[in-house]
Structures are given as structure tokens and as C-alpha cells.
């Protein structure tokens, strides 16, 4: 049936009797916006969020957060749900907290500047030109504290086969106790091998 009515009439919603039924928009809907770029939401739940595809891609799921592979114990970068970090490379600013760091090599500082490097092999220091340059600790079965100008070996101590060496390369060897205080031997000591000069013997 049509209905015709003047530029002025009215209809009240009363006088329909058949009346469509209007849905009343809940107000977590009303806080959600969504078009064809953007969702914007207090909060989102979901089982994955997954950005970009295949192994260009940023995701986030009951593993935890992951990039750089679809699968998360493929993927170079990942931090897990109890927290554990996998990282290929970084750059960090501040500090470092942790009972444990383990690696391959640890330095204090880039190449192009003086710093100390720890690895396996133990620590060196190293100059700007990334010669040794001042301690070196040698980590092996026979250890030694080893001391360089500018990649030139200048003594050191040591440690082989039992022996305790101290030796120098340029320069005497300088044994000197503060003032009012002496120096000591304990045990035998052998000067067989040695030439001694400045001193007198004395008897007690």
C-alpha cells in the first residue's frame, strides 16, 4: 500500500503499528572504531597478530613475538613468553643486568678505539689500530699475564710445567718494597745461572 502525504504532514512513531525493530549500539562498540586502514581499539584479543607474510613478517601469538620467520623457532629475533631474548645483532645503550653473559667475544669498545677484548683465549687489550697494546692474559693449560707495546712482546709472567717465570724483554726487572719495609726470599734461592753485582754478603 502506498501512503501519500503533504509537504506538512506528520506521522507519529506511535501511530506505526508494525514496527521495525532498532538495535541499541552496546558501548564497547561505540569505543571501537574500524575503517580500511586502521582498527582502533582500548584492547584487541586474539590468538595471532601476524604483519607482513612468509619470512618478512612481524608476529605475535601463543609463542610469543617473533620476526623474520613464519615459524617462531626459525625466526632471528624472538622473545618467548617467559621472557628469554634471541637476538642476531644489537646495539644497547645504558645498562646490562644478569648473572650470566656468555659469547664468543666480548669488547669494551668499537675497533677503531682503544679497548679490551674477552674471548676464549682470555683478555687483551688492544690499541686503536687493533694492536696489543698493555696486558694480555693467555687463558690456556699454561696461563700467562703477558705485557705489549704496539704488538711487541716486552715481558711477562708465566706459568709452565710448574715454573713460575718472570721475564722482560727490555729494561731490568724492578723488585721494590715500600719505604721502611723489606723485600724477602723464603726457600731456597739459586743464583747459579746468575751474575750478582752492588751487593756484600752479610753473616748473622
Partial sequence: MNVKMGANAR????????QPSIP????????????????????IYGGTVAIGSYNNVFKADSNGV??????????PFKVSMDGKLTALDGTFTGSIIGSTITGSTIKTAASNEGYLELSGNGL?????????????????????????YRNE????????????????TMGPIIIEAAQASS???RGKVDFTYATVTGIVAKFG
Wanted: charged share 10%.
Fill in 11 to 18: 506521522m507519529s512513531w506511535d501511530q506505526i503499528t508494525d
Fill in 24 to 43: 541499541t549500539v552496546p558501548s564497547f562498540i561505540k569505543a571501537t572504531y574500524i575503517d580500511s586502514v586502521s582498527i582502533q581499539s582500548p584492547n
Fill in 66 to 75: 617473533y620476526l623474520g620467520n613464519g615459524t617462531f623457532a626459525n625466526a
Fill in 124 to 148: 687483551v687489550s688492544k690499541n686503536n689500530i687493533n694492536e696489543k697494546n698493555g696486558v694480555a692474559i693467555d687463558s690456556g693449560n699454561f696461563s700467562s699475564i703477558d705485557f705489549y
Fill in 153 to 168: 712482546y716486552r715481558g711477562g709472567l708465566a706459568q709452565t710445567a710448574g715454573n713460575l717465570a718472570l721475564t722482560t
Fill in 183 to 185: 723485600t724477602m726470599f
